[in-house]
């Protein structure tokens, strides 16, 4: 498998710029061997990393025109992305290289490399397995290496994140996607929610010495993080419920 196969692409905006510092070097330390191009989607500022390879895709007009600009820069067939607020402290490589082997041999449309919760689908083998075409956030880009052009076909001028993710799932049922059985493929601390740091995670990063100069965002509250807890039980009951009746 040759490199110009893959690229990885931290999908970010100038304004995270706070949080690259503490992705770049959770990222290479958790893979300090990576042979794979590296790209930040980003706007006017460099990353001033030598690590990885800035896209500055000028102005941030909307997250599909702005994503799309970034994979016209982009030479390699397939991409595998990462969140900027997303803080990888593990990555198990033997399992991540094979999955990424297994994709290019059998030319895969998609492969999720986070297990997806309460999920079903047809199995492949005994690493992944076909996600079901009605299947909601089938098409999410966290984790997910997916072909270039295929994604470019899915993306919608002028659509948002969400909306990609809830309308664009609608018109990629005719492709194939999969996602892996191993919940524990990569591990990671996950940063930003709604604009707002997630205390403990913001913690993390601040004991480990990262100072987070300029930073714009505030802290969830107390109260905020109790109610988010609430919703993620509800949401995970009602969806392990509406997954049990099919």
Same mark, same amino acid.
């Given at each position: 498998m040759q490199n110009t196969d893959i690229a990885i692409v931290i999908l970010s905006c100038d304004k995270f710029k706070v949080t690259w510092e503490p992705c770049?070097?959770? *990222?290479?330390? #958790?893979?300090?061997?990576? #042979? /794979?191009?590296? /790209? *930040?989607l980003n706007n006017f500022i460099s990353s001033e990393d030598e690590r990885l390879k800035d896209l500055l895709v000028g102005e941030d007009l909307n997250w599909s025109d702005t994503l799309k600009k970034g994979l016209s820069k982009i030479k390699e067939k397939r991409v595998f992305f990462i969140f900027d607020d997303s803080f990888i402290t593990r990555f198990n490589l033997e399992e991540v290289k094979? @999955?990424?082997? @297994?994709?290019i041999e059998n030319d895969l449309d998609s492969v999720a490399l986070r297990k997806r919760v309460f999920d079903s689908g047809k199995r492949f083998n005994e690493k992944i397995y076909k996600i079901n075409p009605t299947a909601k956030y089938r098409n999410s880009l966290f984790l997910n290496l997916i072909k270039k052009? *295929? $994604? $470019? #076909? $899915? *993306?919608? #001028?002028?659509?948002?994140?969400?909306?990609?993710?809830?309308?664009?799932?609608k018109r990629n049922e005719k492709f194939d996607f999969y996602s892996v059985y191993n919940s524990?493929?990569?591990?990671y601390e996950h940063g930003i929610v709604k604009g707002k740091w997630l205390p403990k995670t913001y913690s993390y990063l601040k004991n480990n010495g990262y100072l987070l100069n300029g930073n714009p965002f505030e802290n969830h509250s107390k109260f905020k993080m109790f109610t988010m807890k609430i919703y993620t039980i509800i949401f995970h009951i009602v969806h392990k419920f509406t997954h049990l009746l099919k």
């Open positions: 770049f070097n959770h *990222l290479f330390n #958790s893979w300090p061997d990576c #042979s /794979y191009p590296v /790209y *930040l094979l @999955i990424f082997k @297994i994709t052009d *295929l $994604l $470019l #076909s $899915l *993306l919608k #001028s002028g659509e948002n994140a969400w909306q990609f993710e809830k309308d664009g799932n524990k493929l990569v591990t």
